[in-house]
Nanobody, 120 residues
């Protein structure tokens, strides 16, 4: 099986910073795209940032210039550095990874989420 575990969420004041981490473990053959999504109360889950195995990245317009996604492929880990946080960034942040398992199944996996709360 494959597990994704996020960490790094918490409470921060507007203008502050947080760094989220997500570690993938289990029967992993290779990891393709890794990314972060978020879901605010009463809203749909939305893409925040994504990184392909080739290190190309894509960001939601609302976070461009403030958030940076990075990966450590040797550690099966993806990070999200969040700067200049705003109250509207408050949400549960989920890690997602497109993984080829050792059984050669290509599947998408989700972490359980980590809560980020930005106070005004």
């Amino acid at each position: 099986q494959v597990q994704l575990v996020e960490s790094g969420g918490g409470l921060v004041q507007a203008g502050g910073s947080l760094r989220l981490s997500c570690i993938a473990s289990g029967r992993i053959f290779s990891i393709n795209a890794m990314g972060w999504y978020r879901q605010a109360p009463g809203k749909q889950r939305e893409l925040v940032a994504i990184s392909t195995r080739g290190s190309s990245t894509n960001y939601a317009d609302s976070v461009k210039g403030r958030f940076t996604i990075s990966r450590d492929n040797a550690k099966n880990t993806v990070y999200l550095q969040m700067n200049s946080l705003r109250p509207e960034d408050t949400a549960v942040y989920y890690c997602n990874a497109q993984i080829t398992t050792r059984d050669y199944d290509a599947l998408g996996y989700w972490g359980k989420g980590t809560l980020v709360t930005v106070s005004s």
